[in-house]
């Protein structure tokens, strides 16, 4: 089967990229100033004493044996460390990672829906009404910062309407999916904005160019609806550039949803990983950034094969 | 409206499609331009009606204008059309939706776009199928999606429906959208340009294809078309339109045998045609496909050529590509576009190289002019072996070989004035000294190729397709070179274009003492302009010969086929009623 060849072909140059990533972040981290275990200690402890502190979380090594020693806690003691909160990184990061996965999910979903009607709706007026209204919208909003807009957004529906909550994950006595939902509305709605416009403005610019596609006209000729083509032929055609537009923007919707988090107050782990640079946490802050980077391939992955799938000339 | 050169309509009253007062413009307000001016014509029923006219007559957003297709800007003014009676569509009011597809169908130019390419031929069809006969059920859609697969000459039917159209040949689409356009018997079927954009043998297929699909469905052909050759062998009755009006109209033997306007004349006079440089020189008159002027300047003698000896050879040239591999998702395999080929071109000659789209001509040139390397064999220019000379030795040599494209518009910078675009090459090939004597220079070419000075400043936009191609010739000239490849440089122009510029070819050769390599996939232009003509299939030269020689006894089928593909204007004798494909 060649198609499952090509698949494990692709997850196998994952490797080399996650590699590479890892070995910035990691020397990034270091040849930062500043010294965590100094910080942390100097007050209370005599230099032997931090020597020594330093020495159990192998941080007088050379640094390539560090990096190896690093990259074996990856698979074998969750990530390491933290120097901080003395915690395997990843039992630290899990739940809220999870968390920033479900506020990234809700905004995907929002910036797909949205991102598309707003452009069938502006792409099938061209240059009517509609048309001018949506393009009005999409220009003032992609000018729009994410905290302002959030801000607005929790003083209009939540202080002034009152209508959904203005922070958190769920209200202090729990309450469900329902409960979920609400909470996700407002920084979900956020995150997406940016990516949101992005995508209509694709969708807008796709349908126009195959509405004067020789195809289309060979279909309007033999009396097939209007209605038809659009949904059809022209659907069928932008798909695939669509599908590439929400897989690029995913990644800009993931580091979108950290400096969200902060404003909504969504414990997520953006919160950790402002922490974490600020406390010179390097495991935590290599272990966030693999985990996101990981993210950010399998995304891409996913992306690019569902739109080679969706090329007739490319499948077979 | 009607303007005072509109000839009669022959009035019928049996006619299945009329055509009055048509008249069509773009735009609004002062700047408006009128494209259709009062056009009139009836289409008869089972006859073939050509539209015949070079592009910007308005031939085509006339026939859009009947199944209501106009592009954006464009706004019927006043007119109407009727089929069988019935209004299709008036300045007033449009029920065209009613007709399309059912009762009028239409085919396109371009074969490769006319299809959605997301969705497999036997979706598209079924499509059709289901939209004007809602009845039928999926299986039943099937069968006659097959059977119209059959009528139009495709024998693996099977392969067809279930293939996408990226997967098919060019010829094969167009049989794929003639089935579709066809397949619901509609009365009249458009045909706008329907083998400008294939090969010379599939066109006749084509042409003989459409007209059997008419004699089966009984229906009407209007065919629009710029080409004579394609007139003569499909039409019935005729008309020329030139800027926006009828000129003329008239049954096809009597109007290509006595044409009575002046335009038609001269189009019909501008499409070269097998023997006729033979014939001109029988007559004493010089080899041109322009009209005789009284006035006009003898060509130059020939100018000797400078040296003895071939210009170009090639030895067992052959190159291969390889398709696929990493990172493409496909398998590496190798594809041989030239194949073992060797020949001479001597120099003053014209060498033309035919053969059908993806025979290896265009590779061919590549080669020769140093764009490609040989994967082996070697070629000699004019005593250097270009195929194993270093970068900058091949640098050096570069200005001795230049090409003219097809695509004038393409080959062009759209951002800047064509005179920089002609003297820029001439400053960074050292054979201009200052801008000022490159600018002189480019001024000298354009009066070469017969373009004012005062061109020298405009952006290729406000160039026609001719003047265009006349650029880039005078862009190639500039360098002086001695041998220019000139790959299919008219065939993206219209007929009496395409003869100036040959004419023009003609000229320059013979002043400058130039030498050709044309490549053309028009076996009738590549005889008249060429003294010697290469066949090429599949990268293999089949033979190489005189272009006296063509109607020799021994020449190759291949070569035979591409003869038979041109289609002579016939003026007197009836034309063979073509039948099948």
């Known amino acids: 089967m060649g198609t ?32 965590p275990i100094e910080a942390q200690f100097a007050r209370d402890h005599t230099p032997e004493q931090i020597e020594a502190i330093r020495a159990s979380y192998g941080l007088n090594l050379p640094l390539w044996e560090q990096y190896v ?44 829906v949205f991102g598309v009607l707003i452009g069938v709706i502006a792409g099938t007026a061209h240059h009517r009404l509609p048309d001018r209204l949506a393009m009005l919208l999409v220009q003032a909003g992609s000018n729009l910062s994410v ?124 919160t950790q990983l402002v922490n974490a640079v600020n406390g010179k946490d390097y495991t935590l802050i290599q272990g966030g950034v693999v985990l996101v980077a990981l993210c950010y391939l399998l995304v891409n992955l996913v992306t690019d094969l569902a739109v080679d799938a969706l090329n007739p000339r490319l499948r077979r | 409206m009607t303007p005072m050169t509109a000839p009669a309509i022959p009035e019928g009253g049996d006619a299945l499609l009329s055509v009055r007062d048509l008249s069509i413009r773009f735009g609004r307000g002062p700047g408006a331009g009128r494209v259709v001016d009062g056009v009139g014509f009836d289409v008869r029923p089972g006859e073939t ?16 204008a009947i199944l209501g297709l106009l592009p954006g800007g464009a706004e019927l003014t006043s007119g109407s059309i009727t089929l069988n009676g019935q209004e299709v569509i008036s300045a007033t009011r449009s029920s065209v939706t009613r007709f399309r597809g059912s009762r009028i169908g239409m085919i396109f130019q371009n074969p490769l776009a006319s299809l959605d390419p997301s969705f497999t031929i036997g979706n ?42 990226h997967e098919l040949s060019g010829g094969m689409r167009q049989r794929v959208m003639i089935a579709l356009a066809s397949l619901s018997g509609p009365a009249l079927l458009i045909a706008d340009e329907p083998t400008t954009a294939l090969d010379a043998v599939v066109q006749k297929q084509i042409l003989g294809l459409l007209r059997r699909v008419i004699g089966e469905t009984g229906g009407s052909l209007l065919l629009i078309t710029h080409d004579f050759g394609v007139v003569s062998y499909a039409a019935d009755r005729v008309a020329v339109m030139k800027d926006g009006r009828i000129v003329e109209q008239d049954r096809r033997e009597r109007l290509l045998t006595a044409p009575a306007h002046e335009y038609t004349r001269s189009l019909i006079g501008a499409v070269p045609e097998i023997g006729a440089r033979f014939r001109l020189a029988e007559r004493g008159l010089p080899r041109r496909l322009g009209p005789i002027r009284e006035n006009r300047p003898a060509p130059p003698a020939p100018a000797p050529p400078a040296a003895a000896g071939p210009l170009v050879t090639l030895r067992n040239v052959r190159k291969e590509f390889v398709v696929g591999g ?105 054979k201009a000294a200052t801008r000022a004597a490159s600018r002189a220079r480019a001024a000298e070419v354009l009066d070469l190729v017969s373009l004012p000075a005062s061109y020298l400043e405009r952006y290729p936009h406000e160039l026609s397709g001719g003047q265009r191609q006349r650029i880039g010739i005078a862009r190639a000239l500039a360098l002086e070179p001695d041998l220019l490849i000139l790959d299919e440089p008219t065939s993206a122009l219209d007929v009496s274009t395409q003869a100036s510029i040959l004419d023009l070819l003609l000229d ?74």
């Open chain 1, 4 to 35: 499952v060849k090509h698949i494990l072909w692709r997850l196998l140059n994952i490797v080399p990229v996650l590699f590479v990533v890892s070995a910035l972040t990691f020397l990034v981290g270091r040849l930062t100033p500043g010294d």
């Open chain 1, 69 to 112: 020693k690093w990259v074996r806690d990856l698979f074998t003691a969750g990530g390491g460390m933290s120097i901080v909160q003395n915690q395997p990184v990843f039992d630290i990061l899990g739940p809220n990672f999870v968390n920033t996965l479900i506020l990234t999910a809700a905004g995907v979903v929002i910036c797909a």
């Open chain 1, 147 to 270: 905290y302002w807009f959030g801000l607005i957004l929790i003083w209009i529906f939540s202080l002034q309407l009152g209508w959904l909550p203005v922070g958190g994950m769920e209200s202090r006595n729990g309450g469900g999916l329902g409960d979920l939902l609400a909470h996700l509305v407002l920084p979900g709605v956020s995150a997406a904005l940016i990516s949101m416009l992005v995508l209509a403005r694709f969708t807008r610019l796709g349908i126009i160019q195959e509405s004067h596609s020789d195809y289309v006209r060979t279909f309007t000729s033999q009396g097939v609806p209007r209605r038809r083509i659009l949904g059809k032929h022209i659907g069928r055609n932008i798909l695939p550039a669509v599908v590439n537009i929400i897989g690029l923007e995913i990644g800009t919707l993931i580091t979108g949803v950290i400096f969200v988090e902060s404003v909504f107050n969504w414990p997520g782990i953006g």
């Open chain 2, 49 to 64: 009606f050509a539209l015949v006219g070079e592009s910007g007559a308005g031939k085509s957003i006339t026939a859009s």
């Open chain 2, 124 to 165: 598209q069809l079924r499509e059709i199928i289901g939209l004007h006969r809602p009845a039928t059920r999926k299986r039943h859609q099937h069968e006659i999606a097959e059977t119209w697969l059959r009528n139009v000459g495709i024998r693996d039917t099977a392969r067809v429906l279930a293939a996408y159209p």
């Open chain 2, 326 to 430: 990493l990172g493409t998702g496909q398998r590496k395999r190798r594809f041989t576009a030239v194949d073992d080929v060797s020949l001479r071109i001597e120099r003053g000659e014209v060498f033309g190289l035919i053969g059908e789209s993806g025979s290896g001509k265009s590779t061919l040139a590549r080669l020769i002019g140093g764009l490609h390397k040989p994967t082996s064999g070697e070629i000699v220019f004019d005593g250097s072996t270009v195929s194993d000379l270093p970068r900058a030795a091949l640098r050096r040599l570069r200005p001795r070989f230049q090409f003219v494209f097809q695509d004038a518009t393409g080959s062009l910078n759209p951002r800047i004035p064509v005179g920089e675009q002609i003297s820029r090459p001439l400053l960074r090939f050292g």
């Open chain 2, 508 to 581: 320059l050769k013979d002043e400058l003492g130039l030498t050709y390599l044309f490549i053309g996939h028009n076996l009738a232009i590549v005889e008249f302009l060429c003294d010697r003509i290469g066949v090429l299939k599949q990268g293999v030269l089949l033979e190489t010969f005189h272009a006296a020689e063509l109607f020799a006894g021994e020449r190759h089928p291949v070569t035979r086929e591409l003869l038979d593909a041109v289609l002579p204007i016939h003026r007197d004798a009836p034309r063979e009623v073509p039948v099948g494909d």
